[in-house]
């Protein structure tokens, strides 16, 4: 990790923490392929350089690396690092707003686990944590990282009276609440918010600010960060026609301790899946049900009805539920040690039932 941190961490300042992606990627041949580039080439440091004398008279930026990867690579251990950088920056009383720099294959998961874990430290403190990255490399002709930056830096640093602090994300000059970011184009600069009626800095929609308070009102407490070991196994099966009953036994007996099965439709189960499905149920490996359809949510008991203990994700897609119940068993584990009788099921919910602001 490294940061210029130490040069003034004295005064108040917006901290920019960087995880590499496509905003800090290079390609070799900018003019003529701009597409073929390698992500997490820059540093953090680099990148606010660039926008440097477009940033606001008296905002001092200061940065920190806390990786610089492809987010394809994301690891269990980097949101750790994230959530407790994150937490520690929020606790700062001269960091006046967070700015993350990450690529977009996974800001969705990043997102979730920053709400769950930092959500309702950074509302009670005021502070917005505004996550941004690129869908085009840094050296491209119509590069888009220096604007979302620059949106991200402002709406970190701005003081909006009607935007309270929380876990925000800014591309392509829109922004939603960080958990309701979706990637859902391959290449379109607008992929990952493609529906929010806001505009990054100022423009505040007066329905979308009170979905943001009603989110912020069931949101009363966070959930602890996972250590970077402890993170619970928990795998993603997509069903599909001809799916075959093995896929699901060769977990029998593993160390998994959730699955999410992205279903057909509303949620459906292949009916080849569900006595091995049970059988994992009964050996206690947790499981959400979700669709893989990319849009809507899946209910409980619709049209499944569901197994035992088994959960609907609600809005959540399979990548964020997937992180929601990587965070739900974790608190589970922790409450059990404190003697609170809380399951899986109890923080999952928690989650699931925020609602989706668009
Ligand atoms: C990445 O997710 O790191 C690469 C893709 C991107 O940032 O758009």
Request: net charge negative; aromatic share 4%.
């Amino acid at each position: 990790m490294s940061s210029n941190l130490s040069q003034s961490v004295q005064s108040a300042h917006i901290l920019v923490l960087g995880m590499g992606g496509t905003i800090a990627g290079l390609a070799q041949n900018p003019q003529d392929q701009p597409m073929n580039y390698q992500a997490g080439q820059l540093g953090v440091n680099d990148l606010v350089r660039h926008v440097q004398s477009a940033i606001p008279d008296g905002i001092e930026v200061l940065s920190s690396q806390i990786a610089n990867i492809n987010s394809r690579d994301l690891t269990d251990a980097h949101l750790t690092s994230l959530g407790l950088a994150v937490q520690e920056a929020l606790n700062n009383a001269q960091v006046r707003g967070i700015v993350i720099t990450h690529g977009t294959d996974t800001l969705e998961e990043t997102g979730l686990f920053l709400q769950a874990v930092c959500g309702k430290l950074a509302h009670r403190l005021g502070k917005r944590v505004i996550l941004t990255g690129a869908m085009l490399p840094s050296n491209a002709p119509q590069a888009d990282g220096p604007s979302n930056l620059l949106d991200a830096l402002r709406w970190a640093c701005t003081a909006i009276d009607n935007c309270p602090g929380g876990i925000y994300a800014v591309m392509d000059g829109r922004g939603c609440m960080a958990m309701d970011l979706a990637k859902r184009h391959a290449q379109s600069l607008n992929a990952l918010i493609q529906d929010s009626p806001t505009s990054s800095v100022g423009l505040i929609n007066p329905s979308w600010l009170a979905g943001v308070k009603s989110v912020q009102a069931l949101w009363d407490e966070d959930l602890p960060i996972p250590a970077a070991g402890e993170w619970p196994w928990v795998e993603i099966l997509t069903c599909h026609a001809g799916a075959r009953p093995e896929t699901l036994r060769q977990w029998l007996g593993s160390k998994a301790q959730g699955l999410v099965i992205a279903g057909t439709g509303n949620g459906g189960i292949h009916a080849a899946w569900l006595a091995p499905l049970t059988d994992l149920i009964d050996q206690g490996i947790a499981v959400v049900r979700t669709n893989r359809t990319g849009a809507g949510a899946t209910v409980q008991d619709l049209p499944e009805i569901d197994l035992p203990s088994c959960l609907a994700s609600g809005k959540l897609s399979a990548p964020k539920a997937r992180i929601a119940l990587q965070l739900a068993i974790n608190a589970a584990k922790q409450a059990k040690l404190v003697g609170k009788p809380l399951t899986w099921q109890d923080f999952f919910a928690r989650i699931a039932d925020l609602p989706e602001i668009r």
